[in-house]
């Protein structure tokens, strides 16, 4: 059983919006930490924005504040990302991540256990 399963992926043109999800198949409580990330190509993958605790607490990279929303649905065990007014530098692969219990929400790829197979975003200037 694949640990975290990402869809919703595609090609937008600049200022569209996309909304990627990601089950996972096992449980995710308030104490771990949730993240997305991606790649572009050519460069290392890195954070975008994760989640964390009971009444969570999101943190987002500098460029993609106030354009992109991370939540959660803990009964379905699914990791959302709403991206809206999507730019071509928004381009790459994105990944979910998982942490392990109790452990810090940070930016630091080797803090999480899990990961997804990714999907692809395209944003066409």
């Known amino acids: 059983q694949v640990p975290l399963l990402e869809s919703g992926g595609g090609s937008v043109p600049a200022g569209g919006s996309l909304r990627l999800s990601c089950v996972a198949s096992?449980?995710?409580?308030?104490?771990?930490?949730l993240a997305w990330f991606r790649q572009a190509p050519g460069k290392p993958r890195e954070g975008v924005a994760h989640i964390y605790g009971v009444r969570p607490t999101m943190e987002y990279v500098d460029s993609v504040k106030g354009r992109f929303t991370i939540s959660r649905d803990m009964p379905s065990k699914t990791l959302y990302l709403q991206m809206n007014n999507l730019k071509p530098e928004d381009t790459g692969v994105y990944y979910c991540a998982m942490g392990a219990p109790w452990d810090p929400c940070t930016w630091d790829l080797s803090g999480f256990r899990r990961w997804g197979q990714g999907t692809q975003v395209n944003v066409s200037s």
């Open positions: 096992e449980r995710t409580g308030g104490n771990i930490c």
